[in-house]
Nanobody, 117 residues
Framework: QAHIVESGGGLVQPGGSLRLSCAASGFSFSSYFMSWYRQAPGRESEWVASLTNTGSSLNYTDSVKGRFTISRDNAKNTLYLLMNKLKPEDTAVYYC??????????WGQGIQVTVSS
C-alpha cells in the first residue's frame, strides 16, 4: 500500500530556512514524477515545484525561483524541498504528490510551514 509522509515543517522567522522531506513507501518511487504543492488559509492549492523521476528536469513556480530547491534521493525513496529566504507569504500547508507513469496520484497528509516573526 502506498504511503507518503511529509516532515520538516514548523515555525521559522522571515529570511530563515527549512528543509521538507517526503518519505515514500509501497510503490516504485524511482519511476514517479514528484511535486510539492502548498495551500495557504483561504486560498486554493498552488503548485510549487516538480522534478522528473531521474531528477534531470526541474521546474518551479515563479514566486519561489531562486529561493527553493527541489531534489530527490531514489535510493532513500525520499523527496526534498529546501526553502531559503522564507517570506510570510510562504506560510501554508505543504503537500507531496507522487504521479505514476500512468497518471495515478498519491498524496501525503501535508505539513505546516509558518513564517512569522
Amino acid at each position: 500500500q502506498a504511503h507518503i509522509v511529509e516532515s520538516g515543517g514548523g515555525l521559522v522567522q522571515p529570511g530563515g530556512s527549512l528543509r521538507l522531506s517526503c518519505a515514500a513507501s509501497g510503490f516504485s518511487f524511482s519511476s514517479y514524477f514528484m511535486s510539492w504543492y502548498r495551500q495557504a488559509p483561504g486560498r486554493e492549492s498552488e503548485w510549487v515545484a516538480s522534478l522528473t523521476n531521474t531528477g534531470s528536469s526541474l521546474n518551479y513556480t515563479d514566486s519561489v525561483k531562486g529561493r527553493f530547491t527541489i531534489s530527490r534521493d531514489n535510493a532513500k525513496n525520499t523527496l526534498y524541498l529546501l526553502m531559503n529566504k522564507l517570506k510570510p507569504e510562504d506560510t501554508a500547508v505543504y503537500y507531496c504528490r507522487a504521479r505514476s507513469p500512468r497518471g495515478y496520484d498519491y498524496w501525503g497528509q501535508g505539513i505546516q510551514v509558518t513564517v512569522s516573526s
